[in-house]
């Protein structure tokens, strides 16, 4: 069965910190995608980034970036240069083939908290 | 383009009373569908997702229950609700069937029910 795994429950940095948030997933599938989603405090969930199981390329998006590493079932994902506005919750989520479709699950969430 | 419809934003309910959560999608068709549950502090648990009409897959064995009358009406519902039913529900789309570039899920704004 799938599972995705946020051990971090709350994160707290000062302003300019650089921040990791960890993922860890499990899957049988070979073919599977990976996300983060980020939640501000309005409750709107925010698409970050996708990722699928055969691509393993790091990705960096401004401040943001991805370290996908499935020989450890990873997807990680760090802030540089944390800012206030970069407070939410984050999410990681897995998205398998299922019934026609895809299937997302969802981790448990990392609150970052950034003071200024 | 694509936009999802989400109403009530908020509700206050007995316990015992009747749910009606309702969904819509505009501008896409076929869309997988995807009701998910939000308690306080916690993480998104995955309720139902449709890839069709009257195509219902149910996660967690609940008092709640989802129906997709039309393609892109999504409509959840329970019959009498307990205290545990609060929480911030949210509605999701994704592109429908197997793609080789998975759709990330697009969220409604959420209506957050509380059970009294």
């Known amino acids: 069965a799938q599972k995705v795994t946020q051990a971090q429950t709350e994160i707290s940095v000062v302003e300019k910190e650089d921040v990791t948030l960890d993922c860890v997933y499990e899957?049988?599938?070979?073919?599977?995608?990976l996300f983060w989603y980020k939640q501000p405090p309005s409750g709107e969930l925010v698409f970050l980034i996708r990722?699928?199981?055969?691509?393993?390329q790091n990705e960096i998006s401004g401040r943001y970036s991805w370290n996908f590493q499935k020989s450890t079932s990873s997807f990680n994902f760090t802030i540089t240069a944390s800012q206030v506005v970069d407070s939410a919750v984050y999410f990681c989520a897995l998205s398998e083939a299922e019934d026609g479709g895809f299937k997302t699950i969802f981790g448990a969430g990392t609150r970052l908290f950034v003071k200024a | 383009s694509q936009t999802i419809h989400q109403w009530p934003a908020t509700l206050v309910q007995p316990v015992g009373s009747p749910l009606s959560l309702e969904c819509t999608v505009e501008?896409?068709?076929?869309?997988?569908l995807y009701w998910y549950r939000q308690a306080a502090g916690r993480g998104l648990q995955l309720l139902f997702y449709s890839v069709g009409i009257g195509q219902i897959s149910s996660e967690v064995p609940q008092n709640l229950s989802a129906s997709r009358p039309q393609d892109r009406q999504f409509i959840l519902s329970s019959k009498k609700l307990l205290l545990s039913d609060s929480g911030f529900y949210l509605c999701a789309w994704s592109v429908p069937g197997y793609r080789a570039d998975n759709s990330p899920l697009h969220f409604g704004n959420g209506t957050r029910l509380t059970v009294t």
């Open positions: 899957t049988r599938d070979t073919t599977y995608y």
């Open positions: 501008g896409t068709s076929n869309p997988n």
């Open positions: 990722r699928n199981s055969f691509d393993e």
